[in-house]
């Protein structure tokens, strides 16, 4: 099996272990579950993933969340100031 054959077949058994994981700690980083602004960051397909989470994130109601491009961030970080302030900022990592 490829790598990225063994990766897509063992996605569910990673996001398992992901959202057990937060559940953790949710009584560790309380301001990340009170937060009400939200960056998510990443490149390729986790700005894919960062997408997918601005838009769940967003549903809540009181809550803002925005996706950004990491490599445009790197480019540009001024033109996404007022987008990150204030907010928290999650990056995130499908190859780590």
Same mark, same amino acid.
């Given at each position: 099996? &490829?790598? #990225?054959?063994?990766?897509?077949? #063992?996605?569910?058994?990673?996001?398992?272990? #992901?959202?057990?994981?937060?559940?953790?700690?949710?009584?560790?980083?309380?301001? &990340? &579950?009170?937060?009400?602004? !939200? @960056? !998510?960051?990443?490149?390729?397909?986790? =700005?894919?993933?960062?997408?997918?989470?601005?838009?769940?994130?967003?549903?809540?109601? *009181?809550?803002?969340? =925005?996706?950004?491009?990491? *490599?445009? =961030?790197?480019?540009?970080? *001024?033109? =996404?100031?007022?987008?990150?302030?204030?907010?928290?900022? @999650?990056?995130?990592?499908?190859?780590?």
């Amino acid at each position: 099996m &490829f790598h #990225t054959e063994r990766e897509i077949m #063992t996605q569910q058994e990673a996001l398992e272990k #992901t959202f057990s994981e937060i559940r953790k700690a949710r009584e560790k980083c309380p301001a &990340f &579950f009170e937060a009400r602004r !939200f @960056v !998510f960051m990443g490149c390729g397909s986790s =700005y894919m993933m960062a997408k997918s989470a601005a838009q769940m994130f967003a549903a809540k109601p *009181g809550v803002n969340a =925005y996706a950004v491009a990491g *490599g445009d =961030y790197i480019m540009d970080p *001024g033109l =996404y100031r007022h987008a990150v302030e204030n907010s928290l900022v @999650v990056f995130l990592s499908r190859s780590g």
